[in-house]
């Protein structure tokens, strides 16, 4: 990497790390695990004057339960969640779909947090966020405040975070009981951001749909909830035409761009083959 | 007590000699970390270089300011154009007979091209430095496809060479035309075509792509002012012929230049030619009196270093209606980019592309091949096969197949009909190479055996009956010929120095060896495969035989490793120069045993006299004698050279099977089963070549399923970077299956073939043909690769198919 020079902050408590993001103002940017940021600085398309580097945070990192609420520290990287014992009781899908992040170079550094906070569509979190009801903890120069995952992300690189503001934390609740899930990723390669992807959580009862949230990656400018697919199959029992139905309602949200991955139109149609896979999948492990 | 007497077996083993599989001896250092490569070089008082390149395609330089680099605290120098001209070096020859700008003069013709470089005093200033250069473009019309590039109107790209109506390989027609090469005997071919009851046609275009090794292209030039010489680390796949290139262009005598390739993370031909970054780093070096160093980086190697391929072919077949070939003929544009930086024998612009008839009696032939000037990258020498005989295997297996499809006959049974039969070796085709032995039909059965053709072919029919399958069920096969080894001197040359290679031997007093040779390992294995070659040769163990290769200041002058050739002729130079010791050695055992070397026979490390067992003379023996007492008349020591010139080509051959399956919702496609059985004559280290074929046929999925180097109408290169360059990991990578048949090479001094490219060269256009023959039922012929799951679902939608 062949930056220009910047200069290189390391904060050791979130109260600090908010105190230079507040004195730094815009030229500075914060360093999770540097898998967005440095390529964008190794190109020169990020010129950041200050680099903010919050992996030396300890109340950052780890996963805690704190009576219902599964409390997720940002700097979080994706390996602790791929092998956290109550992530895998509880939510399930986190640690599924993080395995399809990226490589183990990149599991190893990258977080969900930055993973979250860069507010890039391409990015797995934020879908699986919309998909788990998450709820972001925002620590700012005026205090501390709660986001839902639905009001989160804005824009493409735009989400409800301010310059100075740092995500802190991600809240999740336990499934429900007998809940299946999957999260579908159609990908190049290794390493590669979605072509399209869906992530789906369904809890059944007495054969109904009891609860269920389908949500797409990479296939508009924020990561999607697919409200519609769901009412398709919500309080009823699931047969393969409505999971045609529910796909061809998620495929209508769809606005991807265009790029080597492929046209809209093929971005689109995968959209609706990954969400017909992940109904299947999680429908499979529903109990 | 005497120690027990080992067995021929035992004694055998020991050598860890030719058909061996021991372990390679470069990898105890490569996967601890400790590789040498170019960028760990490191010199006092190095400083170094970065390139400013162009954002245009195709423009006029306008302007160029300096100043503000200049200004930068630790800039030492920015050089452009203007400041080489004085030393006529603006300009280089390239080893294809055309020049190429060092850095632009006056124009810029490809996006990325070389403006001018900086040199700092480290590599972040030279960054900065490149950013602050200011340079102003006049944009010209943009010409990206070769077919535009020859009509009539087409912009002027090189106005370098106006009213050059003669080219290094003949006539120019067009302002942007190169060359046009034509082999083969045309007449003959149109007069098969003329009266044959069945011909096909089939347009192909081979993408351009990009051998992308792990380490990309880089240099340290060092020149002692005081003593006049300049000694250059270089990526470079062939060391002296780029000492001779330096010295010729520099004027510094070639006995003070020297040229180091040292450890080397891949080549595949991204490190034969000589790139304007190698040259400005010297000239930088000898200006300033003091180290340079310039690493590409990954965009770099992408965007401007040897691509390969881009030819856009034409081929046809004629034949008779039960699938007998009788003529073939091929049309090929070539696209070379904005310079002619081929590296292919100067008699062959098109290097050995004749070999399209494959492994067939194709009594008559006829290619033409047409090389253009676009507003790309120059180069076309990669990948793993420089001199276009992946295009040629391509062109004609995908024939075949289109053949065998229009006759409605079997892949399988097509190619029987026409092989080239097991007695008509030495054969001469329709071309003029004479194909040294082969055995194809042997090796094509133990194919279709293994996997069991017949039951892949009644599932296939089963799949496609079946409305409800989720996945179209696709098999490839092809049944390749190489042409490896160049070459023989009389036809095969690089700038007039003839294609031979070198090996020198020494034997050391206490029976261990060094041993040097004109090519350069970048992977390969040399240091093991070689060292194995002189223990079966000499009786030596390969563990205590150093080969060292790269420095020209020591090997012996060579052409290089490339083109497969560093076994057929590097490998043979080292027999060679074996049994010259070994002729020697033969004197020294005889006058130690007090015999006639008529009465000595060898065995194994040894020789012993005839009818007498105990009485013998180890090589270990010999070589202190050597020093120590040899025959009166006979000089001490025991060392030899051999420079090797091929009487002929090598001609490896391989028949590989593929079974895909491709996912009919998304277009991916899964690689099921690839079965390759490859026949490189004699074996010297089967571990190792199973390496190489792993390795290739990886590279050749990569090319096939992914690779591509897409350009937009403005010539902007898209994808220049690893995160869309397709480079496959151990998760995409399919399962391999290996076999071999062994038909050595008649004419070879251990009858090696070489491998290395084969497992490229065959696997491209078998993966191909497995896709194609997925959507064969539905009449579809041909499908241009790269076969990504987008382009293949494009294809599924057009011919109706969905889940």
Redesign the interface.
Known sequence: M?P??FEYHRPASVEEAVGLLSSLGSEAKILAGGHSLLPMMKL?FAEPEHLVDINRIPELKGVRVIGDDIVIGAMTSEKAVIADPVLNAKVPLLPEAAKNIA?PQVRNRGTIGGDIAHGDPANDHPALALACDAVMTVVGVNGTRQVPASEFFLGTYWTALEETDLLTEITVKAFPQGAGYAYKK?K?????WA?AACAVVVALSSGSVSHIRITLTNLGPTALRAYDAESILMGKSINDDLIRQAAAKAMEICDPAED???DAE?KT??AG?MVQ?AINEALAKAS | MNAPVKTLEERKTELQGMGDSRLRKEDARFIQGKGQYCDDIKLPGMLHMDIVRSPVAHGRIKKINKDPAMAIPGVHAVLTADDLKPLNLHWMPTLAGDVAAVLADEKVHFQMQEVAIVIADDRYIAADAVEAVEVEYEELPVVIDPYKAIEPDAPVLREDLAGKTEGAHGPRDHHNHIFTWEAGDKSAADDAFATAPVTVSQHMHYPRVHPCPLETCGCVASFDPVKGELTTWMTSQAPHVVRTVVSMLSGVPESKVRIISPDIGGGFGNKVGVYPGYVCAIVSSIVLGRPVKWSEDRIENISTTAFARDYHMDGHLAATEDGKILGLKVDVVADHGAFDACADPTKFPAGLFHICSGSYDIPAAHCSVKGVYTNKAPGGVAYRCSFRVTEAVYLIERMVDVLAQKLDMDKAEIRRKNFIRKEQFPYTSAFGFEYDSGDYHTALEKVLDAVDYKALRAEQEQKRNDPNCPTLMGIGLVTFTEVVGAGPSKICDILGVGMFDSCEIRIHPTGSAIARMGTITQGQGHQTTYAQIIASELGIPSEVIQVEEGDTSTAPYGLGTYGSRSTPVAGAAIAMAARKIHAKAKKIAAHLLEVAEGDLDWEIDRFKVRGNEEQFKTMADIAWAAYNQPPEGLEPGLEAVHYYDPPNFTYPFGIYLCVVDIDKGTGESSIRRFYALDDCGTRINPMIIDGQIHGGLTEGFAVAMGQQMPFDEQGNLMGNTLMDYFLPTAVETPTWETDYTVTPSPHHPIGAKGVAESPHVGSIPTFNSAVVDAFAHLGVTHMDMPHTSYRVWKKLKEEGIQL
């Not at chain 1, 190049?188 to 590669?192: C, V």
Request: hydrophobic share 25%; no cysteine.
């Open positions: 062949i220009p020079s020169r490589d159609l190049r390669k290794t390493g590669d072509t080597l991955r492929g093929y149609a995968m083959q896979r």
